[in-house]
């Protein structure tokens, strides 16, 4: 293959909610040479360090990172505007000789990398407006019914409770008068140059919910009610992302005195453990690369030498080197 038509190579580390990833990449990151890029929604905004786990000062300090905490709370990010800054960042990571290292949980980021991006045209404010409307008046599994009558394709990959991706399948179907799964269907974007080698961490559940509650018991004694209060003090629209984050909604109950901490603690990790059931199955059955280059571990991953040894036996940077 000539220089030109060579492809860059980047490795993801995927996976749900807790699953070891950021720690996984960070040690990889320092074995071979990387720069660790986040792929996870939540952690792209600024005011949500502790909630969202991210990476510690002392963390930025081992290897590159880049993309966290880049975007405040007040401004919805999106598939798109993730996608145009991680490529970006995988440029200069390649130029600087380092390997790109998405790491991260939200499967439609990675995938937006490795698939492209429908080319949707913008549905515009009145189907936007109306979005919005009819979910804050009837809520999400209301407007999700009324999706499945309308474009059922689309409404079948979507949680009713997920009250914001369903508002944005109804704005775009109002919009344009066609379907996101459709849309994406077209594949109207380009691929870009780069080929991805997965990572996918998919741990047992039980290890999964043990971790999850030992970490939010662990984000309190970090600050995390602080920071809740700071996030709601800015009085922000209750359907940006920031404000449904993990703890955000049982802290703000608990600093409303409706419930006690120990109880918003329970509600967090449970509904975190829910949001990590639904990772899981969209990893299980969605690629975010080929399927020869996506390697699954049935673990979580906590600096064990044994996983670790057998990641780096994949000769990780011989996969991400250029063909």
Known sequence: MSAEGRKKRALAVAGPTCSGKSALAMDLAERIGGTVINADSMQVYAELRVLTARP?????????????????????GSVAWWRQAALAVMEDAHADGRVPILCGGTGLYLASVTAGLADIPEPGA??????????????AAWLHARLAAEDAQTAAGLSPADGQRVARAWEVWRGTGVGLAA??????????????????????????????????????????????????????????????????????????????????????????????????????????????????????????????????????????RAS
């Open 56 to 76: 510690t000062p002392t963390d930025e300090a081992r290897v590159p990172h880049a993309l966290y905490g880049v975007r405040p709370a007040a401004e919805a």
């Open 126 to 139: 009145p189907a936007r407006t109306e979005a919005r409307g009819l979910l804050a008046q009837h809520g």
């Open 183 to 320: 849309w994406r269907a077209r594949a109207a974007a380009r691929r870009p140059e780069w080929e991805v080698h997965a990572i996918l961490l998919d741990p047992p559940r039980a290890d999964l919910r043990a971790a999850i509650a030992q970490r939010f018991v662990g984000m309190v004694e970090q600050g995390a009610v602080a920071e809740a209060r700071a996030l709601l003090a800015l009085g922000l629209d209750p359907a940006l992302p920031t404000m449904r984050a993990h703890g955000v909604p049982e802290l703000a109950r608990y600093l409303g005195g409706e419930i006690g901490l120990m109880e918003a603690q329970r509600l967090a990790s449970v509904a975190t453990g829910q949001y990590t059931k639904r990772q899981a199955t969209w990893f299980r059955h969605r690629a975010i690369a080929a399927e020869t280059e996506t390697h699954r571990f049935i673990a979580r991953y906590s600096g064990q030498a044994q996983l670790l040894e057998s990641v780096e036996a994949l000769n990780i940077p011989v996969m991400c």
